[in-house]
């Protein structure tokens, strides 16, 4: 729905880092966001647009290697993350 209306800046943040978050866990959400990005931005220039920051959770170096692991496919499609 927000690519849809043009959004290409996004923020994913799990329930358990407070704040205005939603009922899934960083984890979760990640996994989901992640496949929904790969399925629906195809295009190449659009991909360049698209601005994902990670939040939440990540604190050590098994975390953030976690979430690079998350972040790999869409930055090989050209998305900042």
């Not at 800046?9 to 790969?38: I, Y």
């Not at 920051?53 to 900042?80: E, V, W, Y």
């Amino acid at each position: 729905m927000f690519l849809e209306q043009g959004a290409h800046r996004f923020v994913f943040e799990g329930r358990e880092c407070g704040g205005h978050v939603g009922p899934m866990s960083s984890l979760t959400l990640w996994d989901s966001m992640v496949t929904t990005l790969l399925d629906e931005v195809t295009d190449p220039e659009q991909a360049k647009k698209i601005c994902i920051l990670f939040a939440g959770g990540i604190h050590d170096a098994a975390s953030a290697a976690m979430m690079a692991s998350f972040a790999a496919p869409l930055a090989a499609r050209g998305m900042q993350c």
